[in-house]
């Protein structure tokens, strides 16, 4: 019971800031596109390929299945699952500092991310969630104009928190068939640090971009998650207590077409922690539980889109730019307290709003 109150209680936290977000967004949208407050920022947007974007993304392909996430136990090596990142980055303010050559600008992104298995045929259950907020966050920007370097960028953001949840199907199918650990809990805080290379600001123009980011543990003791003694034995967890999490990303796109369109490709690397708990498998015929112990390592994740965006040629603001195409990836699971489980595999079809 107390575990669903924390839960009820960052939902409504979360309605709160979208709320709060929503009244700062809608006064974005009634001032003109560069004046007054609340101006849109044209950079430090996610890339494509971003595993964690803050813009709204709809996914639906073939993902490596397990029993540890199939309520459904159809024992298919491929499964078609439906996700869905609900994020933005909420403009708060914008300005030039001295002239036209340096940008500033202070966003607030926050993003939640559904994993819905709506391939199963009794319930159609969440799967998972994970949920983020984030102190404002800064960005400064330096134009250069220098032939293929046009500008970089840095941003900073002090303070990151994500918290993840496993739907209530799975926790208690973990509790009738036995599972040692039913619930892991992914909570943690971080800060993260962002380079840029030729910032796609204008984004109706071609674009070679390169991105750097590092992101960093508040608590390093207490690492990526912990095991709640009313959740399983503990001690079966294998942490390394690797504190840091760092990603490289590329995106090409062409010039806006007189149609308003163009071509998009984006590639993110990451290398982040693979989590240290056993991996269960439950098998359906003999009604037994397999364990396979795991020690935390590191893991490279691979991440890439290729599409077309389409660019309103009237609004430059959020939503303006729609882009349909192809995903996919490969690496840990990326999704909440299944992160413990390697060699995970998605392609589908995705639908993009920035």
Known sequence: MQRMDVTHRQFRLFILLACAGLSSLCAAQSTPFGKGVFR????GHSLLADEHPYFVRFDAGWQTNHPEWDWGQTGKAMRVSTFGVFG???????????????ALSVTWPVSATIWLDLGEPVTAPVVNQDWRISLPVCTFLHRLNRGFVQNYSVTFALFKHESTHIGNELVLQHTDQGYPLRRVNVSYNYSE??????DPENFREQAHTFRAGLMLLWNWKKGWYFIHETDGDATLAQPRLSPWEAYLQYQYQSPVSKHGFQGVASIEIRNRALYGYPVFTWEAQTKTLKSEPQQETRVFTYNVFAGVR???????????RVAAGIRA??????YGQ?????????????????
């Open 310 to 320: 389409y660019c309103n040629p009237l609004y430059d603001g959020y939503f303006s």
């Open 193 to 198: 640090y962002v380079f840029t290379l030729n």
């Open 88 to 102: 933005i980055n909420l403009p708060l303010w914008r300005g030039d500092i001295r002239s036209e050559q340096y």
């Open 329 to 334: 990836y490969h690496g840990n699971t990326p």
């Open 338 to 354: 299944f992160r413990n489980h390697r060699n995970y595999n998605h392609i589908g079809v995705c639908l993009l709003f920035e």
């Open 40 to 43: 849109y920022a044209p950079y």
